[in-house]
């Protein structure tokens, strides 16, 4: 594989549009629902304009799922939530959970 593979990185200079998505979720379901998340992430999301990021993140309890991602911008984002293939995999999403997704901004980052 050639070239660079971009991570996340949490920078309060980046200027990026944060998508923190908290779903909350049947236990029996929190497998399928990181399945779903990952499955759009990888054919339909990353492919978006504007994408940098995303993380899914299962709950130890199993109650919850969390997908941190990052998009160049605000604007970025909404066009993929416009975009009918990224409503689609949405769907699937909120057929096995209630979703509280929210736009941030990075305003502090500590380190050892």
Known sequence: MGGTMATTTIDPDA???TLINVFTVDPAHQQELVEVLVTATEDVMR???GFVA??????????RVVNY?????ADAFRAMLAAPECQEHMKAALALAKANPQLYTVESVHHI
């Open 47 to 49: 492919h978006r304009p």
């Open 69 to 73: 991602a990052q998009w160049e911008s």
């Open 15 to 17: 200027n990026l549009a």
């Open 54 to 63: 995303a993380n899914i993140h299962a709950g130890v309890e199993g109650t």
